[in-house]
């Protein structure tokens, strides 16, 4: 895989020993220790299953599925993104600054909080504020007019 997208599998070294030579093919070597690399990975059962993919000795494209119980798994580590996938240290980027964000004006004191009143709501015994020049509602079974 000569991307940079996939994810790096993790296992415990009692796993490792466990599984013996049947996982050494598939396992790379790194600062992080021996891992898998592979394409794809689904977590949602007893088994973690692996898709990677790799070329047959006569060139041909192949997929794999590899799986190994969930308990064997120590971390899986996404390589997704533009950098190659490795461990080292993080070069600290300074953050962008908004270009439209205004200069704050230095405070002073704070100002006193005030609580608000909640916004007036009509309830349905109240009558409708007055529209001016409207005719005044009938309701019925009144005989008076508004």
Known sequence: MNE???YAVFFFPQ???ALGEAIRPYLLDGPGGPHVLCKEIDTGGAFTEMTLEGRTSEGRDLTLELMV???M???I???HGEGSFGFGPRIARPAAKP???PAAAPASAPAPAQPQSP???PTPQAPAPAVPDAPAPV???DDKPK
Do not use: D, H, W
């Open 4 to 6: 940079t997208q996939g």
């Open 69 to 71: 119980p969930g308990n």
């Open 77 to 79: 580590v996404s390589a």
């Open 73 to 75: 798994v120590r971390m």
């Open 99 to 101: 270009a439209s964000a």
């Open 139 to 141: 309701i019925a079974g």
């Open 15 to 17: 796993a490792l020993e």
């Open 119 to 121: 916004p007036a709501v």
